[in-house]
């Protein structure tokens, strides 16, 4: 074994992926009833659009505000090759993610040009503006939506019971958490702290900022097509609605809150603002109007999100320890 | 004549959109920051002056000064409690701030006012006829208002001392500071007029959009800062004919384009005038701004 210590190295690494593992198949267990799995599916999904958010605005430090964007164009694309194309899960959910990755290369250019303020209103304006289209009456039903899409099967496996679809989504969620953990610890990820804090400098070292742009654009958007793509045939019918720009600013809030750049924060952001939003009563009103609150909060008191409230804690027990960072996300106008 | 009357519409649609822009360039010109909120900001004082009708205020000029006044003082709260407590966080805070202020006005008015949009009456109802072209009061009187405010804005912006210093503290805070500008002042009272516009607006524009219902206030954001990119978020003039623009040219769309495809291709419109023009059509030419 040439390469134990590496393995070792990335064993270590995705420790707080296995946690997340491990977390995942506990819910499992203790809320075993469909409802239970159903807000557990609920979650997972908005978890792994909301880890390939956490890419783009907390690691490369882009604000980024049209993700159910592409979780629309996964979820139409898997649906419309499995009903009208007849094609099989995997490689509709390959092909319709390799198209959210495609979409995702233009707007990294778009965001080459773009900087903060004018980078946040033209992604929002892409999410929206996919929407738009969708809502155009056409083939894909419009504002009608689009079923009765199959069920996914995986290796000659139906997924049809509740638990079988969570740990189909779970497993899913464990394997982008790993990629972007890998990611982050590589070359690449620290190519994009660098970019975040001072784009001139990290130009000067050798940072490719244009290649590594783009490159961000490109995977979180192939992630939030891949929850869009796995999505659409667990739940066989789908609209316009669930990927508005509403959703587009839900998922920002999941980025918020969990701390924004920790993956395994978005994590919780996605469960606590998905649970919010269907445990509190008033068809989310209430819910989201809280949200927006605890936004404005973290932002005045808490910029780190959750994870800040550690650091908070720490310099409250040693009064002299160095000052806590800021989020050092570039937001010129 | 079907070009004429959407010509008349789009004018109409476009001094909304203006006004929405206007709130956008006093905001970013006195303080640098672009408010998502704003669009929401009308729809907020649209229910306000809907609350005031059914309470049986029917004089529309007390409900648009009542409107005006609470928007005034909203905009104060406003600064107080999602742009001051960020300031020293950064950039990206105050922008997400007012993302999480968005929510909170986009849901926060279902719980008060109820999910579904409500009809409001008009401000003066009637049309008159010129030629074969009918024109609404109520749109003459949006006319008006837009006229009114821009030309007020644009002197207070370029010809006052007040105007001057609230450019200054959106150029260099600390700068500003340094030479005795009150910036903490004059940012507030960029927050309570941009509040206080958008109120206006709200009433002016319900009549067409119906009052309250969800999703209105994005699209009021989106489509004002398409406006005041088109034109340049840095010229007052230029944000007013951005406005007048983008309504007509959505208007005319209608011609050739079926009614949902409108808004895709202003979407694309905007992500284009920012890759190709940032500063816009009237911008300063000196700095590139996105």
Known sequence: MPNMKGLLRLARSQAPTAAAAIVLVLYAQLNGDPAGLALGVNIVVAAIAAVGLTLVIGSAGQLALGQAGFMAIGAYGTAYLMLAKGWSFVPAVVVSVALALVVGIVVGYIALRLRGNYLAMATLAVGSGIYALLVIPSRLGGANGYSPIPLPTLFGHRFVSSLDQYFLVAGFLVLVLFGARFLLLSRVGRELIAMRDDEVAARTVGVNVTVRKVQIFAIASAIGGLAGAVTAPLQGAIDPTLFSTAVSLQLFVMVVVGGLGNIYGAVLGAALVTYLIQAVPGSGSWALTLLGAVVVAFMAFLPDGIVGLVRLGRRLVEPHSRRGARTGVDARP | ?290
């Open chain 2, 1 to 290: 004549m079907q070009v004429l009357n959407l010509l008349v519409s789009g004018l109409t649609l476009g001094a909304i959109y203006a006004l929405v822009a206007l709130g956008f360039h006093l905001v970013f010109k006195m303080t640098g920051i672009i408010d998502f909120a704003q669009g929401d900001k009308v729809v907020i004082g649209a229910l306000i002056g809907l609350t005031l009708v059914q309470r049986g205020i029917s004089v529309v000029a007390v409900v648009v000064v009542i409107v005006l006044a609470v928007g005034l003082v909203l905009g104060v709260l406003y600064d107080l409690i999602a742009i001051l407590p960020t300031q020293r966080n950064g950039e990206i805070a105050a922008i997400a701030a007012t993302v999480g202020m968005t929510l909170v006005f986009a849901n926060g008015h279902q719980i008060v006012w109820g999910p579904d949009a409500e009809p409001f009456p008009s401000i003066v109802s009637g049309n008159f006829a010129v030629g074969s072209v009918e024109i609404s009061y109520q749109s003459v009187v949006i006319w008006g208002v837009l006229a009114v405010v821009a030309v007020w804005l644009a002197l207070v912006l370029q010809r006052t001392r007040l105007g001057r210093g609230m450019i200054a503290s959106a150029t260099d805070r600390m700068a500003a500071t340094s030479v005795g500008v009150n910036v903490s002042r004059n940012r507030s009272l960029a927050f309570a007029l941009a509040f206080g516009l958008a109120a206006v607006a709200g009433v002016l524009v319900a009549p067409f959009t119906l009052a309250g219902g969800g999703g209105l206030g994005t699209a009021l954001t989106l489509k004002g800062f398409t406006a005041a990119v088109l034109g340049g978020l840095d010229s007052t003039q230029g944000v007013v004919v951005g406005g007048l623009l983008l309504g007509v040219i959505e208007s005319e769309l209608a011609l050739w384009l079926p009614n949902s495809s409108v808004d895709p291709v202003v979407f694309g419109v905007l992500i284009v005038i920012l890759m190709v023009m940032p500063n816009g059509l009237f911008g300063l030419g000196r700095q590139r701004r996105a």
